[in-house]
Antibody, heavy 118, light 108 residues
């Protein structure tokens, strides 16, 4: 069974950093790109970033709203994807979801809440 | 950036009736479109990809159609578990991938 579990969220002050983890099981992690989406409270869905598999260079893409502040990485030996979030803003407050794939999310984690507030 | 527009914002339907949801792209996305279903407090669930292919385990009452800029999600006979918010998302060519604002399907 494919499972994705996000962790590392919480309350953080503006300007600070946070690292989210997406721990996966049930599939060959190294064969897949991984993505992050987010959803601000009461709002719609927003694509954040994806990272390609090693076979495709482990390159990553970012939404304009997070580019230069967020970094997505992966550890294929542990089947974990990491989203390093620096320079957090109040607008980054959202539930963050990791998903398998890079065009669409065929499997989603349960989501983790990140609250940026002073 | 490709802008996705869904209509209507809210759709009131009685159980057993047909629901038709629309999604329009600001430029052609070919068939690179997915539909998700989201229930309160839950992660989105992939329903349709490639504009018309049902994801694994999705009931046959869900169908997707369209290409280019106009897309439709049809639920042929609404069940109680289908009342939710539905989002379309495009993944054409290069990121950013973008979503519509969602259509809430509620009980009439």
């Amino acid at each position: 069974e494919v499972q994705l579990v996000e962790s590392g969220g919480g309350l953080v002050k503006p300007g600070r950093s946070l690292r989210l983890s997406c721990t996966t099981s049930g599939f060959t992690f190294g064969d897949f790109a991984m993505s992050w989406f987010r959803q601000a409270p009461g709002r719609g869905l927003e694509w954040v970033s994806f990272i390609r598999s090693k076979a495709y260079g482990e390159t990553s893409e970012y939404a304009a709203s997070v580019k230069g502040r967020f970094t997505l990485s992966r550890d294929d030996s542990k089947s974990i994807a990491y989203l390093q979030m620096n320079g957090l803003k109040t607008d980054d407050t959202a539930v963050y979801y990791c998903t398998r794939g890079y065009r669409r999310g065929d499997y989603w984690g349960q989501g983790i809440l990140v609250t940026v507030s002073s | 950036e490709i802008v996705m527009t869904q209509s209507p914002a809210t759709l009131s339907v009685s159980p057993g009736e047909r629901a038709t949801l629309s999604c329009r792209a600001s430029q052609s996305v070919s068939s690179n479109l997915v539909w998700y279903q989201q229930k309160p407090g839950q992660a989105p669930r992939l329903l349709i990809y490639g504009a018309s292919t049902r994801a694994t385990g999705v009931p046959a009452r869900f169908s997707g159609s369209g290409s280019g800029t106009e897309f439709t999600l049809t639920i042929s006979s609404l069940q109680s578990e289908d009342f939710a918010v539905y989002y379309c998302q495009q993944y054409n060519d290069r990121p950013p991938w973008t979503f519509g604002q969602g259509t809430k399907v509620e009980i009439k």
